[in-house]
Structures are given as C-alpha cells and as structure tokens.
C-alpha cells in the first residue's frame, strides 16, 4: 500500500502525509488428545506462517516562506504459529515422523519526502517497521512418538525466510534554512520453542531423534539519510533497533 501526500506551495504551509498497515496471522495444526495416527511411510504435522506487508508513504512540498511538515509509515505486524499433539495421542510412522512449526515474513516500511524552496523549509519524517512472532511446537503429557527406518523431528523455526527493511529519506532543495529530522523505529521480538511435557515418550528405532527451536532473521535492513543543499542546514538522522530472539 502507498500514500502520497498532496504537492504544496503556500506563503506558510504544514502538510502530513501518513499510511498505518497493521495484520494478524494466525496458524494452527492440532492432533487431538488421545488420538491414534499410524503410517506406513511418513507422518508430518505442520503448521506454516508466510506474510507479507509493506507501507510506503511519501510526500513533496514546496514552501515561498515557511514549510513544516511530517510525513510517517508505520508497519506492525503480530504472528502466532503452533503445532500441538494432543496429551496421550499416539504417532508411529514406519519412515519419518516430522512435527514442525515455522513463521516468515517480508515486510517493508518507508518514508520518503522532498521539501524545497523559499526563506525556511524543513520537514521531519519517521518510519515504523514491528513485527512481534511466536512459534511454538508442544508435544502433550503422555504423548508417544515413535518411528523405525527415518528420523523423528520436532522443530520449531521462526525467520529462516524473513525479509525486514525499514527506510526513511529526505532531501532539502535549496532554501536559506534547511531543517530536516529523520528517524527510523524498528522493535522486533521473535520467539521460538518446543515444550516436551511430562511424562511424553518418544523413541525412533534405527535413526535420529531431532528437537530444535531457531530464532533468526535472514535479511534486516535499517536506514536513515538526509540529503541537504541549504544555507545554514541542521539535517539531524536516527536509526533505533529493538531485538529480541
């Protein structure tokens, strides 16, 4: 989605250009308690997260005497992923048995804003980009797990696809006074976990038992950037992180 704040030329003028996009994901898989799931080959329970969302503001003013202006995209983002096997369900697969939760997004914030011209032009523009995530894999009490000739896999992964940026640019044409802030926030809190309850059994006969939860980001970019061609320019620029894995 994108927004484009209307051009402006006015003796004194103050124009906001801004766009919100917001999304919720969601993404069960469940094996009920008591339940009896038995194959020849594989088992696999999988639960799978893909997102994308993407805000991109932008807005230009020219300003004869006096501009002041904000323009913003702000991002946000809540996923919640999880597999579960129910208490006392029982799994046996001749091959692999696979119970896996996983979670990526691709999700892109941006500010951009020209200002030019006159006595006094100046603009601040400020990008949000949140993402909060958690996925989860529960092996239930008294839950049995068991494969012979393939392995047993329990695995909980979030952002091994994940693709964040957040960028907010500025450039000042010429005036006799630039002022010109920009900021980028970006909060991100990741999680990932595999919870075994008490009393579960798991056993594979000739091959691997595997339990692995992986927290990660694959691609982060963060950035800032002030372009300026003013006498007596304050251009001032911020990038401010927040990650928790």
């Known amino acids: 989605a994108s927004v484009k704040g209307v051009d402006t030329y006015a003796i004194a003028s103050r124009v906001d250009a801004t766009l919100a996009t917001s999304g919720r994901y ?3 898989t469940y094996v009920g308690e008591g ?7 594989d088992i696999t329970i999988h639960a799978k997260t893909s997102g994308t969302s993407n805000s991109d503001a932008k807005a ?3 300003a004869l005497i006096v501009s002041g202006d904000v323009t913003y995209a702000n991002t946000n983002t809540t996923i919640v992923t999880f597999a579960k096997v129910g208490a006392r369900s029982r799994l046996d697969a001749y091959r692999h048995l696979t119970v896996l939760a996983g979670a990526d997004m691709v999700q892109h914030s941006s500010t951009a804003r020209d200002t030019a011209g006159g006595f006094k032009s100046g ?3 400020v990008s949000y980009n949140d993402l909060t995530r958690t996925v989860d894999v529960t092996i239930g009490e008294g839950a049995r797990l068991t494969a012979d000739f393939g392995d047993i896999n329990i695995k ?3 952002g091994a696809s994940d693709d964040l ?3 907010a640019t500025i450039e000042n044409g010429f005036s006799f006074v630039g002022l010109s802030k920009v900021r980028t926030y970006t909060v991100i809190n ?3 976990t595999v919870n075994v309850l ?3 059994f798991i056993e594979d006969t000739f091959n691997h038992v595997n339990v692995l939860s992986n927290s990660s980001i694959k691609s982060f970019f963060n950035k800032a950037s002030v372009a300026v061609s003013s006498v007596g320019c304050e251009p001032d620029a911020l990038t401010d992180t927040t990650l928790k894995l």
């Open 35 to 41: 339940s009896v799931i038995t194959a020849g080959q």
């Open 165 to 167: 940026t957040n960028s």
């Open 26 to 28: 969601q993404t069960e």
């Open 156 to 158: 909980s992964i979030a």
């Open 198 to 200: 008490p009393g579960a």
């Open 60 to 62: 230009s003013t020219l």
């Open 190 to 192: 990741s999680t990932a």
């Open 123 to 125: 603009a601040a523009i």
